[in-house]
């Protein structure tokens, strides 16, 4: 799998580079002003820029605005790059964020490869988040491209200057560990069905997490048959390629023996509907139907990355929906591995079964914390959210408001739906214990219903329906176009807020 996390080398100091690049960044805000520091190292240049600001309407120093003009030949640039923040005491974050989002195309167009970000006198934060934004819009998923042009993912090289460069390194490191589960995220969804198959995805988990020291055991089909998980075996037993089942385990608390926070994903790595097959048009975008597992994913190599303080396990199930003469039916009835029956009422209400046997496995072997599963769910949740926010089905106000606050914190947005024994109970099925699919009204609901079975009684959990969310079709100012790593910095956020 081809590293795109570090396209960007970030680097920080506390004075200008004395030697040449091709970009200087100006912070400039909603007056035309620029900072204290760069009117004052900027001399009489100060006035050259100024010139160009008060001779045009267009820029006005608004939130995530550039301008870009030509430096005099005397300095040791090319280019001065305006970038608007807004008003100076306003500054947020994730807007700021979306400012270094926005500053990706400007220095595309610049051809820049060496870049200097001035945000002396301001506060540290500025220049680490507009780091990060600029770091998440570089993200490009070139492995199959034959032109070498477009293949050539060019390094950009940032210097950001601060008041303190200690502090604004340190604040960026954990960032930095975010992004590179949320490129992995994205990588895994982009992948095409054909590379991307149970067998093949639980080596390539193997091949990111060990190294970093994550232990992963793998489950293979025979062994889980012999175990009795009938969801997972059921969904995936017409593909050739088969399930598996792969168990994260970081170990980062001072006492290895604290009870781990649990996270679960569904892994469908395709899905055809099975015998309840869906229309061709837009099956192709069911390759990011494992989407759950790849935020888990994304979010262990965040967690190792930045040596998180805390025990963790996650668990993905990992599935091929196929059509075959050994394919599951609807009408048959399957035993779940915690003994319950379902009767299948749609083969294409696959992702639950799957997710039933993952659930119970975590916590009977792990007995954690808490538990949080993450899956393309339903396209339900599309109709009621669109592709801004993933639901979140949470059966503790506790956990919702730690869920909640770090929505807020990290953009990654969450938006809280109903729980309710209504739900739960239209799951109920008269010749087995539960069916696989409700009515058709309220189908996320009762969805999550189904899976709220599977959860001990008095285990914290929550419930995220990421379908919407996990995959775009156009780009966002620090999202490209394709699978978005949805569900990875709200977890991470989760738990360096609450845990360590």
């Known amino acids: 799998m081809m590293n795109t996390a570090n396209t960007t080398e970030i680097s920080f100091s506390t004075s200008l580079p004395k030697s040449k690049a091709d970009v200087l960044i100006i912070p400039v805000f909603a007056d035309k002003k620029m900072s204290p520091t ?34 005099p030949q005397d300095t040791l640039y090319k280019r001065y790059l305006l970038l608007g923040l807004g008003k100076k005491d306003d500054l947020k974050a994730l807007e700021l964020e979306t400012a270094g989002g926005k500053l990706t195309s400007a220095l595309s167009s610049c051809g820049a490869g060496s870049v200097v970000l001035d945000t002396r006198s301001l506060e540290t934060y500025v220049g680490a988040h507009i780091s990060m934004g600029l770091n998440l819009a570089r993200y490009k998923f070139v492995k199959y491209k034959t032109d070498a042009k477009s293949k050539d993912i060019k ?72 175990m009795g998980m009938g969801g997972i075996i059921a969904v995936g037993m017409a593909s050739v390629n088969q399930p598996r089942l792969v168990i994260m385990e970081w170990k980062g608390a001072t006492n290895k023996s604290d009870k781990p926070l649990g996270f679960v994903g569904k892994g469908v790595t395709f899905d055809t509907g099975g015998i309840s097959l869906k229309p061709g048009a837009g099956m192709d975008l069911m390759k990011m139907d494992m989407g759950g597992s790849a935020a888990v994913v994304g979010l262990m190599k965040s967690l190792a990355l930045r040596k998180a303080n805390v025990n963790v396990v996650s668990v993905v199930g990992l599935a091929e929906n196929m059509p ?8 048959d009835i399957i035993t779940a591995y915690s003994g319950k029956t379902v009767e299948i009422l749609n083969t294409d209400a696959e992702g639950r079964l799957v997710l039933m046997d993952a659930l119970t496995y975590i916590q009977q072997e792990y007995d954690p914390q808490i538990v949080i599963d993450l899956a393309t769910l339903t396209g339900a949740i599309m109709v009621a959210l669109g592709h801004e926010y993933s639901g979140a089905y949470v059966n503790t106000p506790e956990m919702w408001s730690q869920l909640e606050k770090a929505s807020d914190i990290s953009g990654d947005k969450l938006w809280r739906m109903p729980l309710d024994k209504a739900y739960r109970k239209e799951m109920d099925s008269t010749i087995a214990d539960l069916k ?29 329906d990421i379908a919407g969310t996990a995959y775009i079709n156009s780009s966002k100012p620090t999202t490209p176009k394709g699978g978005t790593g949805a569900g990875v910095r709200v977890l991470d956020t989760f738990v360096k807020e609450n845990y360590g």
């Open 436 to 464: 696989n699919l409700g009515g058709r009204y309220g189908g996320s609901c009762s969805a999550a219903g189904f899976l709220e079975n599977f959860i001990d009684e008095g285990r914290a959990w929550a419930h995220l």
């Open 38 to 71: 760069v009117q004052e190292h900027m001399s009489a240049r100060k006035s050259y820029i100024q010139n160009y600001l008060d001779d045009q309407k267009k820029f006005t120093g608004k939130m995530g605005q550039t301008f870009t003009l030509v430096a």
């Open 324 to 331: 075959d003469g050994k394919a599951y039916r609807p009408a």
């Open 155 to 226: 390094i950009l090289k940032l210097r950001v200057v601060s008041d303190d460069a200690k502090k604004s390194k340190d604040m960026f490191a954990p960032m930095q560990a975010a992004a590179d589960g949320v490129v992995l995220a994205r990588d895994l969804v982009n992948e095409p069905p054909n590379m991307l198959y149970p067998e093949s995805f639980a080596k390539k988990i193997k091949d990111e997490l060990k190294p970093l020291g994550v232990k992963v055991t793998i489950l293979d089909e025979k062994k889980m048959l012999k």
